[in-house]
């Protein structure tokens, strides 16, 4: 088996992609900006490289790209504009000979051209790669990470999406699907829907944390522009406090309930509940 790229390597989806990949022996090139922090990630495994990498430094591409047929790639979230962004280093892969990428994007991705998985999606089939779109609802990660301080500190959930239900989906089961992808042709030219196994409002969402965590945690529900304009004053990037903006708004409008059996028919298992992220992820938040 050819060895793999994977981009985003240390992050909430990328690691357990490397991980799961090595558990199917496949070879990896781990692609990272902070070497350091890559080593104390990972163990030392003899199928695994770890490599300088960055999307807006077209010298680190040649040895990212030497020998590489498949690719999982993930959009750093400040990365906003693809084209600029992301373009050249798509055009370098297929220079190089990459035939297939597995991206994450986001469901309904399909309905929604604002965003930047929309057009990165439409790059990929531009040039002509063999293609795995995993669309994948909100991250059950994104509360220990984006909003990890509001619940920690300030015991909250500040969200602007009111009743809405969201199918929250573990990154450990997308890390696992892209590394099915990566290593099983079956999934080559599809485009899957992934989502958690139940749709659960942020009320919901705050009784179960409140439950599992000991204490309790509220759900605030500000008007979008409030989110935006909060979540910017309290350090989040202004390109990622427009994005999260946007998908909030839709979730608000019901895009997120859907649920799905894609995530299932890969993993051949079912997919980790809420209950059971929380308490894997208990001491994120105390």
Do not use: W
């Amino acid at each position: 088996m050819a060895t793999i790229l994977v981009t985003g390597s240390t992050g909430n989806i990328g690691s357990y992609v490397v991980t799961e990949l090595l558990k199917r022996e496949a070879e990896v090139r781990a692609a990272v900006t902070n070497i350091g922090r890559a080593r104390t990630i990972f163990q030392p495994h003899p199928n695994l490289e770890i490599t300088a990498f960055d999307f807006l430094q077209p010298s680190t591409f040649p040895a990212a790209l030497k020998d590489i047929k498949k690719i999982f790639l993930i959009r750093p979230p400040q990365l906003a504009k693809p084209e600029r962004d992301m373009l050249p280093f798509l055009k370098a892969a297929k220079s190089a000979g990459v035939e297939h990428i597995v991206f994450v994007s986001l469901i309904g991705v399909e309905k929604n051209p604002i965003v930047p998985h929309h057009k990165i999606e439409n790059l990929i089939l531009e040039l002509g790669f063999t293609y795995t779109f995993l669309r994948p609802s909100f991250f059950m990660q994104n509360l220990n990470t984006t909003h990890r301080e509001d619940i920690s500190i300030r015991n909250e959930l500040y969200i602007p999406v009111g009743k809405a239900k969201t199918s929250f989906i573990d990154t450990r089961d997308i890390g696992e699907a892209a590394a099915v992808c990566l290593t099983r042709s079956e999934h080559e030219n599809k485009k899957y829907e992934l989502t958690g196994p139940e749709a659960l409002s942020y009320d919901e969402v705050a009784s179960i944390m409140s439950r599992i965590l000991g204490r309790k945690i509220i759900y605030k529900n500000p008007n979008v522009f409030t989110f935006r304009n909060t979540s910017i004053k309290r350090g989040m990037p202004k390109g990622f406090a427009n994005v999260m903006t946007v998908l909030y708004t839709m979730t608000k409008f019901g895009t997120a309930k859907k649920i799905t059996h894609d995530l299932e028919k890969i993993l051949t298992h079912p997919p980790i509940t809420f209950e059971r992220y929380v308490k894997d992820h208990k001491e994120d938040f105390n």
